[in-house]
């Protein structure tokens, strides 16, 4: 059975089948609508149903609790219809046409950037051209049936590879094996590109991006993209880690700082400063709201530990004016496969 669904206030239609996602049936209609996780995790495809019904399927109460869904909110990747539907939805995109692919790879090379950070670069097959918007990240699809979020951390794919920034996990089944068993040649599979997480361009407005350790592999993306092209706006990277080793690629941001005088970048450490550091220290998102009181005409795109998004988002809103349309972010949430 299928439904009409109208995105707010675009007007913008869709069908949904009842057995599928509201999420992918705006993705399969090319409607580039806010997600993340696409399993109930990171709460960036809420959205509220102005009209009709839908069944919350798997919805989490810890993402949408009972006040939410009396309100009428619903997650998007995990509501079906079960009516002809009216959706507010104010940040909805053309998906640009760019495919969601399942594709084999070779890992290229394997670098330790961290005692904790590995750059992991993908080789694809030399036949295909992957593409996606800088920001996006890929699933592996692991054999057992499980996936692995990574965000994509190179803007350029000129040459066929793809560059990850992968954290070990204490315990974590995939990450562990990145560490200790994974080699040059080694065959994957991945799914992508996914994710909404990427520069509005239909804005000039001031940029801060805020990153929590490997939350900066797709805001890396996004900065050398924005180089790349020449696009000249404020931008201001702040960089948040527990110890100096966790900016694993600090002097890749001062040479950005260097060259581009609309460029800032202010690394915060946490809690171990280094001999000598006189940088700044603190959470991350503190700096950034001590530095720019008044956020209301920025975005903000932040990327990394669910607590800090949502710690920053709360805070930039409530005290420093920041819009919340002008928050998008990228939670590095875990698998639903596992307990967490
Ligand atoms: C959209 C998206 C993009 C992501 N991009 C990146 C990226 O670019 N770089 C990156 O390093 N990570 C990224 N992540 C997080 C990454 O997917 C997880 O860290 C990874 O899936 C862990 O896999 P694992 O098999 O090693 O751990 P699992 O075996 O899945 O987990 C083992 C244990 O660790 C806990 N755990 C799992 N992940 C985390 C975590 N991130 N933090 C704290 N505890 C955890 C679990 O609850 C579980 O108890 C991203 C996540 C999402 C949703
Ligand atoms: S909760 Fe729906 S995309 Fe993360």
Redesign the pocket.
């Known amino acids: 059975m299928s439904f009409k669904v109208t995105l707010q206030p675009s007007g913008r239609p869709f069908t949904a089948q009842a057995d599928t996602s509201l999420l992918q049936a705006a993705l399969d209609a090319e409607l580039l609508v806010p997600y993340?996780?696409r399993d109930g995790a990171?709460g960036a495809c809420k959205a509220k149903i102005l009209e009709g019904q839908v069944d919350h399927g798997k919805s989490p109460f810890t993402t949408l609790p009972e006040t939410d869904r009396a309100a009428g909110m619903a997650l998007m990747c995990c509501a079906h219809a079960r009516s002809d539907l009216s959706i507010e939805c104010r940040d909805v995109r053309s998906a640009h046409d760019i495919p969601v692919r399942k594709l084999p790879c070779r890992v290229q090379n394997l670098e330790k950037l961290a005692p904790d950070v590995m750059l992991l670069r993908l080789r694809l097959p030399p036949s295909e051209v992957f593409q996606f918007l800088p920001g996006q990240?890929v699933d592996f699809m692991l054999a057992d049936g499980q996936r692995?979020?990574?965000?994509i951390?190179s803007a350029a794919h000129a040459d066929n590879s793809l560059e990850?920034?992968?954290?070990l996990?204490p315990?974590?089944?995939?990450?562990?094996h990145v560490f200790s068993a994974m080699k040059e040649r080694d065959i994957l599979r991945i799914e992508g590109p996914l994710?909404s997480f990427s520069l509005r361009e239909d804005n000039t407005a001031p940029v801060v991006f805020l990153a929590g350790g490997?939350g900066f592999?797709?805001i890396k993306a996004i900065i050398e993209d924005l180089i790349a092209r020449e696009i000249e706006r404020p931008i201001t990277l702040y960089w948040g880690a527990r110890e100096r080793s966790g900016l694993y690629l600090h002097e890749l941001a001062e040479r950005w700082a260097r060259q581009r005088a609309d460029f800032r970048y202010v690394p915060v450490i946490s809690e171990q400063p280094p001999e000598g550091w006189s940088g700044r220290t603190g959470l991350v998102h503190h700096a950034a709201m001590q530095d720019i009181p008044d956020m209301s005409g920025h975005q903000v795109y932040a990327c990394g530990?669910p607590a800090m998004i949502d710690s920053a988002k709360k805070d930039f809103s409530e005290r420093c004016g920041l819009p919340l349309s002008s928050f998008y972010a990228?939670?590095?949430?875990?698998?639903a496969n596992?307990?967490?």
């Open positions: 993340g996780c990171c990240y692995r979020s990574f965000s951390a990850l920034h992968v954290r996990i315990g974590g089944q995939f990450t562990s994710g490997t592999a797709p530990a990228d939670a590095f949430t875990f698998s596992n307990p967490v």
